[in-house]
């Protein structure tokens, strides 16, 4: 598929850089890189190749303004409630795709992730900001429910259910300082360095066995939603008996 509102490269050998690129706009999304974004995900489902992801904004505006409100407003009025499920239904599965997609993802933030681009970053494995990051969950800004777009599922799993509240709520900004205080980001470094460091924890996971990641990324999901110790206990020793299969079938076969 030829993309027109998203980049791929590959850097690095299993390092795929995905670039939203709509930069006159904030990146923000519109129909046309929601059907660009479900294809690029569906696409990794099963894509040995690459091994892990980076994702970024270009342009110096901000990372992502959410939804194309402009765009959405015209369209909407010409769906009927069906229509609009659907589409609402699919925009938001893209941060499902992310989740279930097997390479640890690597999110590059500067400026502004507001809305649906606050949810990429949440469906996102590790976070990279600078200091003129900020975050929101524009959704009950703009009339409608502060429960969007998978935030009511990430944010209370990653900063506590108690200053999600306040998020989802007031649609106020989370400043950078915040969102390290808070656990949400894992670096805080100057915009200018912000690909590099992306692309320094892109090498750090290259180096690591390449099933292994894939099994670590499954088993945090599952075991986010366990219902007790005993199924991330199974799911962690399913996992470290393949692997450790798989060690030894590689031994035997070098010693042959």
Not at 132 to 147: D, M, Q, R, T, V
Not at 188 to 214: G, P
């Amino acid at each position: 598929m030829e993309y027109k509102t998203i980049e791929c490269s590959t850097p690095e050998k299993g390092i795929m850089v995905l670039s939203l690129n709509r930069p006159e706009v904030y990146n923000s999304v519109n129909h046309l890189m929601m059907e660009e974004l479900e294809h690029f995900w569906r696409e990794r489902l099963y894509d040995l190749e690459t091994r892990v992801v980076v994702l970024k904004g270009n342009g110096e505006k901000g990372f992502c303004a959410g939804l194309d409100m402009k765009e959405t407003a015209e369209m909407s009025g010409k769906f009927n409630v069906e229509e609009l499920y659907r589409f609402q239904a699919r925009l938001a599965r893209i941060n499902l795709h992310m989740r279930r997609a097997p390479q640890p993802i690597i999110t590059a933030v500067h400026g502004a992730a507001a809305g649906q681009g606050f949810s990429f970053v949440l469906a996102s494995d590790i976070r990279v900001i600078s200091p003129e990051s900020k975050f929101c969950a524009a959704y009950i800004n703009i009339g409608l429910g502060g429960a969007d777009m998978s935030c009511s599922y990430f944010l209370p799993r990653m900063i506590g259910a108690g200053r999600a509240y306040e998020f989802m709520y007031t649609g106020k900004f989370m400043s950078s300082a915040e969102a390290m205080s808070l656990g949400l980001a894992s670096r805080l470094v100057d915009k200018d360095k912000l690909y590099d460091t992306a692309m320094e924890y892109a090498k750090i996971l290259m180096s690591k066995n390449h099933m292994a990641l894939r099994l670590t990324k499954e088993a945090i999901n599952m075991n986010l939603d366990a219902c007790g110790m005993e199924q991330a206990l199974n799911m962690e020793d399913r996992n470290q008996t393949l692997l450790a299969m798989g060690a030894a079938l590689k031994m035997n076969r070098v010693k042959e």
